[in-house]
């Protein structure tokens, strides 16, 4: 299938690695041009190197920097060469830490509110109303599964993120914008074999004394699939938002968990 969005270009948060770098690799191999960014400089650099091998006609260029800073977004937006417009952006940023909220305090969950809500938030209101006025646009946030099934020690991350779910699903369906061909959705992973998944395993490890392999098995065995997820196949569902086919699809959460979520609903 033809997505029809060679040419167009992308902002992709948090690409170096996991699910960000997923869904740059799918948008690249569409044809689509990219601005990646991540805290990271060396990861980041070699992420670019093999997207330009995947696509050697597409532009990728990688700026380094903290996207949940004003500089960070500043820098991002700053990087699309004369002429270019973000007509993709898909919002990411890692989780908070789990933990009990009893010893949280405000600074804390400022932090994450930064990074899960007002992040996404702010690069949205820099680019919605010029999508708008091209008549395309597609905005992915990569949330999280918790959003609609909390877990407890997540609450850093299920309050962040759900003020984001929310301010989308009002924004999502304004006609200036929905009207104009303009998209937001959010994706929601589940268990995917990323980074993250690996290093909350090791620390489970530490704690329990249990080989980390064995708890991996035992994590993939609580999902009906039997296994995780994999980055290309959240790339995928991610660069068949942002096509052209996608239009009639937006202010939807859309979960991808291997049906590890019990509800009909």
Known sequence: MDLGIEGKWALVCAASKGLGKGCAKAL????????????????????????????????VVAVAGD??????????????????QVDILVNNAGGPPPGDFRHWDR???IKALD????????????TVDGMAARGFGRVVNITSAAVKAPIDILGLSNGARS?????????ARQPQLAGRNVTLNNLLPGPFDTDRLRGTMAGAAAKTGK???VLLDERRALNPTRRFGSADEFGAYCAFLCSVH??????????MDGGAYPGSF
């Open 211 to 213: 080989p980390m392999d």
């Open 107 to 109: 600074e804390t969950w």
């Open 163 to 171: 003020g984001l779910t929310g301010f989308v699903a009002g924004l």
């Open 28 to 59: 690249v191999q569409e044809g689509v041009n990219l601005v990646i960014t991540a805290r990271g400089n060396d990861a980041l650099q070699a992420t670019a190197a093999e997207l330009r091998l995947l696509a050697p006609g597409v532009q």
């Open 115 to 126: 990074a899960n809500m007002l992040t996404p938030i702010e690069l949205i209101k820099a």
């Open 246 to 255: 996608a239009g009639y699809v937006t202010g939807q959460n859309l979960l």
């Open 67 to 84: 996207i949940t800073t004003a500089a960070g977004r500043e820098g991002a937006l700053a990087a699309f060469p004369a002429g270019a």
